[in-house]
């Protein structure tokens, strides 16, 4: 079978304190970028996945992400299969 | 004198001070390494603080899939004393053993000072021996200490008696309702962000977190609180 590149973001959940978002953002505007409003950090996650279809590979990773890689109750993930 | 197991993962950095505590409060406490999956015949676990697997991914989220969790959960769902002091708190969390989770202090410090908690519940086998609204100096060490949970977890929590631990006097992580500590629906599960066994002997400079570790060998100490309400004499908090 084989590998596919599975993309995975995890991002805090909206409406939960983002304190590192919240110091970038500051930061930045300290720069001079005023124009930045908002900014909210999260994690990138790059997984190599066997697999004999996409969808199978983004099944297999939402499992993993379930499990393991975002915490259900301050997180929310996002799943991507791309072209290995 | 009660069988206390207390789980070394790697990074734990608190397991000397709380198997000391539970010995000068009379029980038999030993180390239970995380890769074990027997804890020996164990009347109370114990997860104490410290920073297993660095931290990595999230605080606990490794930790909680160690081979001993199994029978420590285990425990748990059979109604044994289960406690998690900090690092042992985000594990509980992680593993779904407590409600809500811990995430980063909201002014993005590593907070490492004595704090103010009022004790709340007394009916849990940790805190059994401390007047019910009585307040206490316990040191903080954290960086991700800050309790979330959703609306109705927290609706339940305060209605059910469940928040174990408050901050008074100063909310030093912006956790929810000032939550310092929980308990499980049983109440046999606790975790806890404060370390009291960093604050058990005059020595330390005060003794406040030792009552802890001394509930634990109070009478019945695994039975529900209401029948500990005289213990030695004293009065406990209804």
Known sequence: ?84 | MRRVAVVVFPGSNSEIETVDAARDAGSDPYYVWHKDTDLKRADVVILPGGFSYGDYLRSGAIARFSPIMEAVAAHARAGGPLLGICNGFQILCEAGLLPGGLVRNDRLRYVSRPVRVRVEAVDTPFTNAYRRGEEITVPIAHGDGRYVADAPTLAALEAEGRVVWRYVGGNPNGSTNAIAGVCNAGHNVVGIMPHPERLNDPVLGGQDGKNVFFSLEARDATQHAGDLRAVGGHHRGM
């Open chain 1, 1 to 84: 079978m084989p590998d596919f590149r599975v993309e995975v973001r995890v991002m805090p959940r909206g409406g939960i304190l983002d304190p590192q978002g919240q110091a970038v953002t500051h930061a930045l505007q300290a720069l001079g970028f005023a124009d930045v409003h908002g900014a909210r950090v999260g994690k990138h996650l790059v997984l190599t996945v066997e697999a004999a279809s996409a969808g199978a590979a983004e099944t297999r990773a939402r499992a993993m992400c379930d499990r393991l890689l975002a915490n259900p109750v301050t997180e929310d993930y996002q799943v991507a299969v791309v072209p290995a």
